[in-house]
């Protein structure tokens, strides 16, 4: 079987401090990593151009997200996709597995969740109703028919949430074992995020009440949880797939120290 050639694709602008932990997460098994520069002035495209792996494209960022990703996918050499935010991070038992899962893998595409992180030391996530029902295709065969549509049906224009055609995405394996890390609630303050929700509902006025879910938490249910213990460490590629459940809310806390893409983050406590 031919190896597989993994294209790690991330749309970013002005978030040079974090796009760079999202790069070096994915460095040591991505094939290249396709970034594309909405319009940044904070020295995103000197960091991108420094890493011999990245390709800088600059596309002038007009509020579509999906288009800005597909434009990154047309421009993706790999016969695999994996798509990553700017805010985002793998974990190390992910980078460990990813090859050897797409080496025998017959499927079309994968699907994750993410933990949405609040604090370090220890590692702490939002936990909301939304949250741990949202698969997010984002590993996936290097299809062109793997590209987000908009509009949408129904109530969604598809530029801020965006998904691949139902018959696609249908045919996504659910990846229980692993997830990605999002560092938004890290980054953004509450004035912040207001300000975003605001701007995503002007934007996109469907999808008012996700945004707020997504954006505003702690208006909502939510719980603050650990990070499980032993990040994945048992999980083995042979095991993925929607039969490998595994229980999240494990109570060991996992130390902050085990992942270098931490350090120099400030130890944020937990909200209440």
């Not at 288009?67 to 798509?83: M, P, S, V």
């Not at 008012?208 to 213990?229: G, K």
């Amino acid at each position: 079987m031919n190896r597989p050639l993994i294209s790690t694709c991330i749309v970013t602008q002005n978030n040079a401090a974090y796009l760079r932990r999202a790069i070096a997460s994915v460095a040591r098994f991505a094939d290249e990593i396709v970034v594309v520069d909405g319009g940044s002035a904070d020295g995103t495209e000197a960091l991108v151009r420094s890493v011999p792996k990245c390709v800088y494209l600059h596309r002038p960022f007009d509020g579509n997200f999906a288009a800005q990703k597909n434009f990154a996918f047309d421009h993706a050499c790999g016969t695999w996709i994996l798509e990553l935010d700017q805010d985002e991070v793998v974990c190390d038992e992910f980078g460990r597995a990813i090859r050897p899962l797409l080496e025998r893998t017959g499927e079309f595409g994968f699907a994750l969740r993410r933990w949405w992180l609040c604090a370090i030391d220890p590692l702490r996530y939002v936990s909301t109703p939304l949250f741990e029902t949202t698969w997010i295709p984002r590993l996936f065969r290097n299809d062109p028919r793997l590209r987000y549509v908009f509009p949408l049906s129904g109530a969604n224009s598809g530029l801020i949430h965006h998904e691949f055609s139902p018959a696609l995405q249908s045919r996504f394996v659910r990846i229980v074992a692993w997830r990605l890390l999002h560092f938004h609630y890290m980054i953004h303050d509450r004035a912040r995020r207001e300000a975003r929700f605001a701007w995503f509902s002007r934007v996109d006025p469907y999808c008012v009440e996700t945004n707020a879910r997504c954006y505003l938490y702690e208006d909502f249910s939510h719980r603050i949880l650990p990070c499980p213990a032993g990040w994945r460490d048992t999980a083995s590629a042979g095991k993925l797939g929607p039969a490998c459940a595994k229980d999240d809310m494990d109570t060991d806390l996992l130390p902050c120290k085990s992942h270098p893409f931490l350090e120099g983050m400030a130890r944020c406590k937990a909200p209440l």
